[in-house]
């Protein structure tokens, strides 16, 4: 959705926005458990429709310097999701016994379609199934996801942050300067034995204002060739698992899994260990827009685009 530079036209956007989020929300999922339903659990899973993939996009001033890649973290997305889900889980509810159980991902994140979600009917029975065959009172699932107000967020603010694992360069300003944020964006439903979801704890953005990193601490630049060597991959990869991390505690925090008093003693820290096994994905970064970009179409979007002068843009579109 392109909202262009109108004010009208984007305080329009944002009316209609925070209507439909009014709406929607009258009827939107509970964000804790009920009584009844922390009394009738017993046993539990935990399921991650997370990817091991983590998108890696750079933004650069001129679109065609623009590329979009990812590289994949091998277990330690699932790995971390387990562990800090287990400790939160634990701390609050010490009771419940938590099953490890075998599920196909790829399969499931089929039948938990965008829009629909939990609620299609092929993704209830699944994990319906899922409950019925491992004798299973609930089933707490990590998805990869962000909130509409997360995404109307994004476009204001041009982030281009996607849901799931998302490492951002971008070029902010004509001095070269750029910045790095390292995001996980994720919410946790807790799904029903019957396949119905019981509770969803979801993190929006307005909630979790997060400062952009200095990308000479990752030891990234704008050569994405160079930030595709295993040791930058290894920075980057454990910034990812620390941030999934802390915004996981926040969807348990949501969730009501905490005590009030001293919310963040209940939160569990993962602290990743440098290893060079992270490594990019087998197809290489490709660029957002062509490269055939004409001198006059590169030349027509910098003086459109950017502030630089003539002889600037002339510069930046002749190399």
Known sequence: MNLGSNPITR???????AIFLMLSGCASTPQHLTEENKNEIKSIAIVSLVP??????KIGIISFSSKS??????????????FVSQGRIAKSHPDWVVKNVEYDRTALLAKVKPGT???ATRAKEAFA???RNNNLDAIFVVRASADEEDNLHNQFEKNYLREGLSVLLKNNSLDGDSRLVI?????VAVIGKNGEVMAVGAVPAKLDNVGALKPDDYDVSDDMKHNHRPEVLDK????VIVDLARRLNLCFDSLGFVDKSSPESQHIEVVPQPDAVIAPTEKPPVQA??????FDQCFSRCRQYTDRTKEQCFDACNK
């Open 183 to 187: 995001r996980a964006n994720l919410s």
């Open 129 to 131: 199934d899922l409950a």
């Open 52 to 57: 091991e993939s983590v998108n890696f996009d």
């Open 289 to 294: 827009a062509p490269a055939t970009e004409s």
């Open 69 to 82: 890649t990812e590289f994949d973290m091998g277990s330690k997305v699932t790995d971390s999701i387990l």
């Open 11 to 17: 305080i329009s956007a944002i009316f209609i926005s």
């Open 117 to 119: 979600g939990f609620r």
């Open 236 to 239: 980057l990869g454990r910034g």
